[in-house]
């Protein structure tokens, strides 16, 4: 089983007004086939954590680190981390005009396997994903993201995923601007991944909606930059009940 390590990670950003500490101090140990919820007010570190490990050069590790099965991913390209397993599902995915589904989902699996699938058994998977995601079939010679609907785009993301198979997938707010009925689906789409894969699976959301349908195994509370409280999904629960305000209180006074 493969393990995911953050230690004592500060990452901070530049802005207009000079750098910015995001992360103060981050710890956490994610396991393969384990499910850890993070959840947070807005501005407290979440997407900051999923960028980092994802490896935007926008966000600079100023000290700690970040290990997959001992290996320094700090040290990784964006590629070599995909290789390694890691996968993000992006908040706000990003439009590739002249590219179409299919090319790009091809191009990414060859990338990652070092080798291209198999045409017809590939075609097969591709249909099947796409069919329990409820997703017409001509969606496969749309242009990524051009023009999707955020229910497109986030199914989408979870076809990458289940078509990757990654080890370790972080799920960016994936609930944001969905319906009930669309996040019955996506949810159903990551449930299927870490039942047929044993992925382990980083999930970022602001609600506890989404955890009705993907049972978190941990929920971490992230203010501030840190984390601030971490437990079971009884946890979410008493967020559902309470808010973050008791959080916010503490980090004020700190």
């Known amino acids: 089983m493969s393990t995911l390590v ?23 140990t994610i396991e393969q086939g384990s499910i850890h919820a993070i959840m947070g007010p807005n501005g407290s570190g979440k997407s900051t954590l999923a960028y980092t490990i994802a490896g935007h050069p926008k966000y600079h590790v100023e000290s700690g680190s970040i290990t997959l099965d001992g290996a320094q991913v700090l040290d990784m390209t964006v590629d070599e981390r995909a290789r390694a397993g890691l996968f993000l599902a992006m908040q ?3 439009e590739i005009p002249g590219v179409t589904v299919s090319n790009f989902l091809r191009t990414a699996k060859t990338a990652l396997d070092g080798e291209a699938p198999a045409l017809r058994g590939w075609v097969k998977e591709i249909r099947e994903s796409m069919a329990a995601l409820r997703m017409d079939k001509t969606f496969a010679e749309r242009n990524v993201n051009e023009g999707f609907s ?22 960016d707010e994936t609930d944001s601007g969905l319906d009930v009925d669309a996040l019955k689906i996506v949810s159903e789409g990551v449930n299927r991944a870490k039942a047929n894969t044993g992925l382990g699976v980083l999930l970022i959301t602001h609600y506890t909606r989404i955890l009705r349908y993907i049972k978190p195994d941990f929920v971490h509370v992230f203010v501030d930059g840190r984390v601030a409280e971490e437990g079971g999904p009884e946890l979410a629960e008493r967020l559902e009940n309470e808010g973050y305000d008791r959080f916010l209180a503490d980090a004020s006074v700190g």
Request: aromatic share 4%.
């Open 6 to 28: 953050i230690s004592d990670l500060h990452v901070s950003v530049e802005t207009d007004q000079g750098t910015k500490q995001i992360l103060k101090g981050v710890d956490l």
């Open 92 to 94: 706000y995915p990003v």
């Open 150 to 171: 955020g229910g497109e785009k986030k199914r989408h993301e979870i076809l990458q995923l289940e078509l990757l198979k990654p080890t370790f997938a972080i799920l």
